[in-house]
């Protein structure tokens, strides 16, 4: 059985540490969307050309763009064995396309966690992280409206999901190895059904 995870949260809940880990532990891709833009941007192809003032500013992406570039993410052959999908779906349109493309590849999510977050713990965490790594949406202008979009857009995705089971929510307000313990064990049950 592939193993199919969703991270949702908001940013600087720490969905990208803990989806590399999961990856690394399961041997599954991490599908991070936010990444695919950067790299895209970086290569200045011609998504990145699109996207990039959007992503920098801290707004979301127009949903077909993104459904494109997931649908062609999770047909290719590394994902045999599942993926970790972090940053995408945001939106219920997003969301509901996901689930047409899993009917269509007879998918399913084998477990969908929900990291808990306030929003002052997570402007510090991404304050922090603009020092450290130097995200250009880092900024307290961007990082403000990230988390509004993602109250406005993606945390309805919590109810979406909730309703259909394999649904856990995590406190994300712990050190990285705490959240990653627990994800794993919620993971080791998941592994063997
Ligand atoms: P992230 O690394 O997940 O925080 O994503 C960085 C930025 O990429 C976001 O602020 C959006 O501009 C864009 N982005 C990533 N994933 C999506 C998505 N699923 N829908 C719309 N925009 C996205």
Redesign the pocket.
């Known amino acids: 059985m592939p193993l199919n995870v969703l991270l949702l949260g908001p ?1 600087g809940a720490g969905k990208g540490t803990q989806a590399k880990r999961i990856a690394a532990a399961y041997g599954i891709p991490h599908v ?4 695919m ?1 950067r790299a895209a941007i970086a290569e200045g192809s011609d998504v990145g050309t699109r996207v990039k003032s ?2 920098e500013s ?4 127009p949903d077909d763009l ?1 459904i494109d570039l997931i649908r062609a993410r999770i047909a290719a052959e590394d994902t045999d064995a599942g993926f970790i999908l ?6 219920t349109a ?1 969301a509901e396309a996901l689930d047409t493309m899993f009917g269509d590849i007879g998918r399913n999510f084998s477990v969908v966690f929900a990291l808990q977050l306030g929003d002052q713990v997570a402007i510090e965490r991404l304050l922090l992280r603009g020092e450290l790594e130097g995200r250009v ?1 880092d900024n307290p202008e961007a990082i403000a409206k ?1 988390l509004a979009a993602y109250h406005r857009e993606t945390e309805p995705l919590v109810e979406y999901y909730r309703t259909r089971g394999n649904f856990v929510t995590i406190p994300a307000d712990r050190t990285e190895g705490e959240v990653f313990d627990e994800l794993q064990e919620v993971l080791e049950q998941a592994a063997v059904v």
């Open positions: 940013q991070a969307t936010g990444d833009l959007v992503v801290g707004q979301l992406v993104m972090d940053g995408f779906p945001r939106t997003q949406d990230r």
